[in-house]
């Protein structure tokens, strides 16, 4: 019963999301080119690594992430409305919609570089089913069971991330310092550990 309360919640929010993104990224309808956006991401390179895998668990993984998801996240860095003063939001302010979708497409089609599995027990049984008692919706019914996401519905690969980066994210939800209804109120209700905890699990997922 619980489950399938979890299930709709998770349906009825990606609905929304789906929504909200088809009206608010038009951009999405520019056709990216990888090659061009090899070229195009030398300058990103130095931070996030040539091929989308840094060298340094302080800058995401880009490799392997939505096409969607890198396009929707490069134009709301541009717009500011997802704020990263020190860098992203200068290094989004000069890009085209086209450069967005060749860097995009450049980035999303390279291989990700898996973390090792960690054992957390209770990172495994909130990533699986939630914390029910908290309503806290299971993170796989929209992240997806291997942390793959789900490219429709614009969420993010996070198996394979790094989980001071998965970490850093859900507290910046928590704090309201980067805003998303859906991911706002999942965040609002978890504990600094419980957060760390589904960090290290996700991680490890592939
Ligand atoms: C000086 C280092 C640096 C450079 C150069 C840089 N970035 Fe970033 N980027 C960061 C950091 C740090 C973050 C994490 C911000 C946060 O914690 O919210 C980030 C976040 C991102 C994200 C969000 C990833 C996610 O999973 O949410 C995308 C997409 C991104 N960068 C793309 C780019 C692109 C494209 C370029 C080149 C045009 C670029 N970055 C250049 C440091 C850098
Ligand atoms: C109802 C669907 C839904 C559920 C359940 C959900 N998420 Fe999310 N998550 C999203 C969406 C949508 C985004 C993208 C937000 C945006 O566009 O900024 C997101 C983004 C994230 C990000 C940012 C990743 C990045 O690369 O920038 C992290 C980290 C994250 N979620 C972790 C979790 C964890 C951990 C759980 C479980 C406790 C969870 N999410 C549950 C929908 C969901």
Redesign the pocket.
Known sequence: MKKNTMMVFGLAMSFVITQAFAVTTPATKVKGDAAAGKAK?E??G???GSDGNPSAP???K?AG?HLS??TK??QV?RSQS?A?Q???NA??QS?TDQDIAD?SAW?SSNKLKPEPAEKNDLGQKIYRTGIPEKSVPACAACHGPKGEGNPTSVY?VLGG?YSS?IS??VH?FKAGE?HNEVMQAVANRLSDDEINAVADFASGLQ
Do not use: E, G
């Open positions: 991401s300058v990103c130095s931070c996030h302080v800058f995401p880009l992430q998801y890198l996240q490069l860095f997802r990263n020190d860098v992203m290094m989004a890009l860097i980035f993010p991330q980066y850093k994210n910046d980067r």
